[in-house]
């Protein structure tokens, strides 16, 4: 997952900044911001916490944890809303009984739920098996629904996963690498986080991308729209 990827990222860099002598030990703020970067919010609280507390008389440092401390809540509260439960979706039939995309029209926008468009099963370690119907709908603009996890940031975000449900990653289930949506802002701009669903609006690309030998996406979105879901 790219989000996970970055999270890596935090650890090695964190690790490569030790002494050589010594045990090395993984310091409490990168440990939180990797844990709220994958999504486990409930991990990702009390760590926060006790970083925004070492930071209590830096404002530069405070005001970006104590964001991050109101997202977690905000999302555990969501999921103590609904039990603690995942949110059940409709499952999509896949391997020989998917249903092929149709080929997009000229100017048309496809309204589609994330499972929907990644209705197929992957090999995350071997790739190359993108059906083709799912790869003709690159270039096509598309309006997708799900949730924010951010790549890069908190604040001022410019690139994000979108994922079918957050709850699933509060709980250690990351969404399969079809199910994750890589939303790209234009550039110069940004979006604010947003702990609701969304409906993205933007060209998809259908696209293997490999960092150090591994598939971090296969879709990505640039992104025209960000809206908060009708309720």
Request: aromatic share 6%.
């Amino acid at each position: 997952m790219v989000y996970r990827l970055v999270s890596v990222a935090l650890v090695l860099a964190s690790l490569a900044a030790m002494p050589a002598s010594g045990p090395a030990t993984i310091p409490l703020e990168v440990k939180a911001n990797v844990a709220f970067t994958n999504g486990q919010y409930a991990l990702a609280l009390p760590l926060l916490q006790k970083v925004a507390d070492q930071y209590k008389n830096q404002p530069d440092k405070l005001g970006p944890l104590q964001e991050q401390i109101k997202v977690c809540k905000t999302q555990l509260a969501q999921a103590t809303a609904v039990g603690g439960s995942l949110v059940p979706t409709p499952p999509q039939p896949i391997g020989e009984n998917r249903k092929p995309h149709l080929a997009p029209k000229p100017g048309e926008t496809r309204d589609l739920q994330i499972k929907e468009l990644g209705n197929f099963d992957y090999d995350t370690d071997k790739g190359g098996n993108i059906p083709k119907d799912v790869q003709a709908l690159s270039g096509m603009n598309i309006r997708l629904h799900g949730f924010m996890i951010p790549i890069d940031q908190t604040e001022k975000i410019t690139s994000f996963a979108l994922v079918p449900s957050l709850f699933a990653c509060c709980f250690g289930q990351p969404p399969q690498l079809q199910h994750t949506i890589v939303c790209k802002a234009p550039s110069g701009k940004s979006v604010s986080y947003y702990p609701d669903e969304l409906v993205v609006e933007g060209k998809l690309k259908v696209e293997e991308k490999k960092d150090d030998g591994f598939i971090v996406s296969i879709f990505e979105v640039d992104v025209t729209s960000v809206q908060p879901a009708t309720k």
